[in-house]
């Protein structure tokens, strides 16, 4: 997992259906400084995440674990609303 | 999921029989700028783009879930095409 | 997997559920002269590590092999302390 | 996927068995331009392709979806032969 | 796959259940001229490789296919020695 910002979202309207019903949002990784460490990526937004927030973000087959979501083709998800971090 | 542009695509007579059938495009991974970001990699096309298309391209096992595609060796595909994004 | 030193951890309440229970650090991978190597990344910890330890990190489908892992939203895990390396 | 070179290959006698029997090849990724543009990884050889040859590189648990490759510890393949490409 | 140098190993007393029994390599990917390429990462071993061979690294799901491993935490492994490589 890595830490990111949510900085913006995608709107697709043809589109794989299984993807029907979730949020893709631009995000950006983050280092522990909260700067900007590498390009855009877009996730699904699994925890209501919205523009501006700190969220962790999870990669691979982990974010399709769920029951409801092994037919879903997705590769990256926002699983988490950072509270606070150190580093 | 990343955002990338359909540049080209690829011909290739002698291939693993299980991608005929699937249109083979060649993207280019694109920032919120809409700048080329990355390489050439190429993503067998699910949903009908065309050259120029804005494109949301997926990754590994991903691609695969769905049941017609579970004996198919492709590792990455085109599963939207982008109406807007903001970022 | 690689080599990583533990240097802080993440705080997050809104989260996916099959993450409840899980200590997430902050890791930054090193080299073998203890340099760090990268940027900062998030792990479960399955091992009791602590800030400042050595660790060993492993990524992908590897981190839920466990029975009691399959249902979990994680792409990188702690999985070992390292006493001593050389290279 | 992508675009690489067939530029050599490998000689390993003391190996994993279920790699027995394939041909592992050095290749190395090229962009549109035939330029290389990464170091040297080694693929399986799924559809006799010879040094020279431009190929499709296929990588992840995708180059084992086809019954007989379950079991091979084969992590990247080429899995077609490019006759043409444009980008 | 790729061609790395074993360089050293690792020591992990506090580990994964799943790990005890495998021997951890440090190991660095080399080119075709033999430069390292790449910063150090740790591969089980699975052929009896010694510091200084020359080997074969898979990764992913590839290095659990065997019926013995499916259950350890591992994401990388030695699955040849080279013999010789051209490229």
Redesign the interface.
């Known amino acids: ?3 990111a910002k949510v ?10 259906e ?2 029907v019903g979730y949020k ?1 949002m ?1 995000v ?2 983050i ?2 400084k909260c700067e900007f ?1 590498d ?6 937004d ?3 995440a919205g523009i501006g927030d700190y969220v ?1 973000i ?9 029951e409801s979501k ?8 926002i ?9």
């Open positions: 997992m890595y830490m900085v913006g979202n995608v709107v697709a309207t043809r589109k794989d299984s993807l893709l631009v950006k990784r280092n522990s460490i390009d855009e990526e877009v996730a699904a699994y925890v209501g962790l999870c990669r691979g087959s982990a974010v399709r674990v769920d092994q037919k879903v083709a997705i590769d990256m998800a699983i988490g609303i950072i509270d606070t971090f150190d580093a």
